[in-house]
């Protein structure tokens, strides 16, 4: 039987190589715990997102981002990243250290490095993402590794043949709202007029995942 040598890298979301002029803090002083003063880009949501799966090497990868709030229509190359936001936290939230509206009609980007141990070298590299609402685009190293649909489960692509040999590696990706159709905007507009409860939108990114395996494993 073939021993189980599957390596995995949370990219649950550490720590950003370019420095922004403003430290990262929580914003405002709305919805806080006790505990939110706690919350640090180092220790944030250190735990494995599967922990009976847990494998002996793994990297998280929640923390600092660089972010951009663009129109839907802005290309690539054109992106001007404003600063940092934390992950995984909704842009909106306070624990994010950014605190903006979102609309429907923008897009979100975000970007950070990581680097492979050389240890993992010949072996192939899964990014594994928890959720995103709804739509977003991957690429690593500047290159388009895949897209998805659906802000609820979880997807991951073979991010093998887009890495770098070594050094850092970048990676990231869009987010874009679904947007409202117009049974739900005729919904909405109706429960506003008769001050029923409104139907409210949000976003939640939970986790971001590398999995590193060998092929020739087995495991159940």
């Known amino acids: 039987m073939l021993m189980d040598k599957r390596i995995l890298l949370t990219l649950a979301l550490g720590a950003m190589s370019q420095v922004f002029t403003h430290a990262w803090e929580p914003k405002g002083d709305k919805i806080k715990t006790v505990w939110t003063e706690q919350v640090t880009p180092e220790n944030v949501w250190q735990s494995y997102p599967r922990p009976q799966l847990q494998r002996a090497e793994w990297i998280n990868l929640n923390g600092l981002w660089k972010y951009a709030v663009t129109d839907q ?8 990243f404003e600063g940092e936001i934390l992950v995984p936290f909704a842009i909106e939230s306070s624990l994010s250290g950014v605190q903006k509206t979102f609309l429907p009609t923008d897009k979100l980007w975000y970007q950070r490095e990581f680097t492979l141990d050389p240890s993992w070298k010949n072996k192939s590299a899964i990014l594994h993402f928890g959720a995103v609402d709804y739509e977003c685009q991957v690429w690593v190293n500047n290159r388009l590794v895949g897209t998805h649909k659906g802000g609820n489960n979880p997807f991951s692509f073979d991010i093998t043949k887009y890495l770098k040999k070594s050094g850092p590696q970048t990676v990231s990706y869009t987010h874009l709202r679904a947007h409202e159709t117009r049974h739900d905007l005729v919904c909405r507009l109706l429960l506003e ?27 159940c």
């Open 73 to 80: 229509n802005t290309p690539r190359k054109n992106v001007s």
């Open 193 to 219: 007029k008769n001050k029923q409860p409104q139907k409210m939108d949000f976003i939640h990114i939970s986790e971001l995942t590398i999995q590193e395996e060998n092929w020739n494993a087995v495991f």
